[in-house]
């Protein structure tokens, strides 16, 4: 009988391992935005941008007044489809990918390392600033975005948390 009840379990526990039971339970919750990352470049020639949408496509940004939209403005007229004109398609990548990472930049926002880490010590040279984001919702829905990584001074600024760093990595490979 001892037997049994410990076969019985066995198969009950591979089941549920084999099934999934429990997967992706908090990741199913994850709403992507139309627009999940974001790029700037600030030098003296001005601010260029690029951003990245949920099914994959990248696009740089041709219009200057289109850089210094909000995220819940940028997305709005972006799925308006009313910047065809400000826009052009860079590349495309997997979708799949991109929402792998987007939910392991989502999941890392629950805890309290994600902010950038500044050095001591900066080097005093001009040069221009990179800065890599991500887009998310906040507790009242609205869009808004938070710096993953910067490169300022030509000083690469990492977060504190692994996760935001592979992301950043993943991205900017990407872009």
Not at 30 to 47: H, R, T, V
Not at 110 to 138: C, N, Q, S
């Amino acid at each position: 009988m001892e037997r049994t009840l410990t076969a019985f379990s066995a198969i009950i526990l591979l089941i549920g391992c084999c099934t999934g039971c429990g997967r992706n339970v908090k990741t199913s919750k994850i709403k992507i935005p139309d627009i999940a990352f974001l790029y700037y470049k600030s030098s003296e020639a001005g601010l260029s941008g690029k951003f990245c949408v949920k099914n994959g496509n990248c696009y740089s940004v041709l219009s200057n007044e289109v850089n210094y939209l909000k995220p819940d403005e940028l997305m709005e007229q972006f799925s308006e489809g009313s910047l065809e004109k400000d826009i052009k398609l860079l590349k495309t990548f997997d979708k799949d990918e991109l929402e792998k990472m987007y939910i392991k930049f989502a999941e890392a926002l629950d805890k309290d390392d994600i902010g950038l880490v500044l050095p001591e010590a900066m080097p005093a040279v001009e040069a221009p600033t990179m800065a890599w984001y991500g887009v998310y919702y906040d507790e009242n829905g609205c869009a808004e975005k938070i710096c993953i990584h910067e490169n300022k001074c030509m000083t690469g600024i990492n977060s504190g948390n692994n996760d935001i760093n592979d992301v950043y990595r993943w991205l900017s490979d990407k872009l």
